[in-house]
């Protein structure tokens, strides 16, 4: 089972840890406010008052002995900083935070932190995509230059085998999946028949991407 510790109770935080509960991880929630403690204490396996900031606090709790840590205190550059310093120096293994802008990721970045992610801006790139491209369901983006996105399939390709269409050679993308109603076929292989309701989950660089949008 997957352990987790989770700082910062806020919003993001506290649904955060809600939902790698529901997954069947174990995870101990952590927050300066009793309040926000006492609301989570039903939903985790762990709840406690206790400030990130104090490395000795971090360690009582065992905090190297979680697989993973996640530093939600987006707001405050400072405490958030701190909260990832004193993670790094008593060597938990991967350490995720939240930051609020381009300059607070930079500096955690520095810090060592595994990954970082800005919520907000996230989302916002996700919802300007799915607006600006109608037929696209959905985009992830992994990096400035590539992303995955989740189309229906393209008129042209309904009836055709990923061998015939050779998408990975013409157009330089990937299928690395396919629904199809309730079902879901990851890797599908060459001799699978595009339907006239499959979706596909796309990945590849933001120019073979558009290509397929425009299919």
């Not at 707001?75 to 990832?84: G, K």
């Not at 500096?107 to 996230?122: W, Y």
């Not at 300007?128 to 008129?155: F, H, M, Q, R, T």
Request: aromatic share 4%; charged share 25%; with cysteine.
């Amino acid at each position: 089972m997957k352990t987790y510790i989770v700082i910062g109770l806020g919003r993001f935080g506290s649904e955060v840890a809600r939902q790698l509960c529901q997954q069947g991880c174990e995870v101990l929630a952590m927050d300066v406010s009793q309040d926000l403690v006492q609301q989570i204490s039903p939903d985790v396996t762990h709840a406690v008052v206790g400030d990130a900031q104090d490395k000795e606090v971090l360690r009582a709790l065992g905090a190297r002995n979680f697989d993973c840590a996640v530093v939600a205190i987006g707001d405050s550059l400072a405490d958030s900083v701190l909260a990832t310093m004193n993670l790094k120096e008593l060597g938990v293994p991967r350490i995720v935070c939240k930051a609020h802008d381009e300059t607070h990721r930079k500096v955690l970045r520095k810090l060592g932190a595994d990954q970082v992610v800005i919520p907000e801006q996230e989302q916002a790139v996700r919802l300007a995509k799915s607006l600006a491209c109608p037929n696209v369901l959905d985009y992830i983006e992994l990096s400035e230059d590539y992303g995955i996105i989740e189309v229906p399939a393209p008129k042209a390709w309904v009836g055709s085998s990923l061998r015939e269409l050779n998408v990975r050679a013409k157009l330089g993308v990937n299928i690395l999946a396919i629904r199809r109603g309730e079902s879901i076929s990851v890797s599908p292989d060459a001799d699978y028949a595009i339907g006239r309701r499959d979706v596909l989950v796309v990945l590849g660089d933001s120019a073979a991407l558009q290509k397929v949008q425009k299919l």
